[in-house]
């Protein structure tokens, strides 16, 4: 079935205004964490488009998550100093999710990775600590090795295209699959073999 869309003329804006938006949530929580003295690193799609801007803005993707690492013991305080800061916490299928707005749409929300934990209980391994960061600009950002190696434990078609990215910019190359574990190394030959899917 095919369906007629009419773009309004202000279609783009709303697209930059999608992009700012998620910037200006994942400033909002990582500041709010900041001020709270809890440790933390961003993550998933963000922590690779920081990576990836590190050698060609030009290859960054948009993404409309929001993922911050944090440890369990201090889950307490994240949640008490986002909800002080206007997030309403929610947990679906297990997943720790703070929406902004009163949205209740999870891409709208700041997603909570625990460190030591499992994303899913599929993963290959937990994801890792909180230390394992570094400083870009004003937030702790989850340090290269650590990203890929949680990347590839997830290995979701989401992950494989960040890794794909991380390929083509040079940040990850072949000489990565001897220093990860046997499965994790497969799991990189294999996009390393097929880097167009």
């Not at 993404?63 to 909800?83: G, I, M, P, S």
């Amino acid at each position: 079935m095919n369906t007629h869309v009419v773009f309004g003329e202000d279609t783009f804006n709303r697209v930059v205004t999608a992009v700012q938006r998620v910037r200006e949530r994942l400033e909002c929580a990582t500041r709010t964490l900041e001020r709270a003295g809890v440790p933390y690193a961003v993550v998933g799609d963000n922590a690779v488009a920081a990576w990836i801007a590190s050698v060609d803005e030009s290859a960054v993707r948009y993404t409309q998550k929001v993922e911050l690492l944090v440890r369990t013991c201090d889950f307490v305080r994240v949640k008490n100093a986002l909800e002080v800061a206007g997030y309403v916490h929610r947990t679906v299928a297990g997943v720790n999710l703070f929406a902004d707005g009163g949205t209740v749409r999870d891409w709208h929300s700041v997603r909570i990775v625990l460190a030591g934990e499992k994303v899913r209980l599929v993963d290959f391994a937990p994801a890792p600590d909180v230390d394992e960061s570094e400083r870009v600009g004003a937030m702790q950002v989850l340090s290269l090795g650590p990203l890929v190696h949680m990347q590839l434990s997830m290995f979701r078609t989401n992950e494989c295209v960040n890794l794909r990215d991380l390929i083509d910019v040079g940040l990850v190359d072949q000489s990565w699959t001897g220093r990860l574990p046997y499965e994790l190394a497969a799991r990189l030959q294999e996009l390393l073999d097929d880097p167009d899917g």
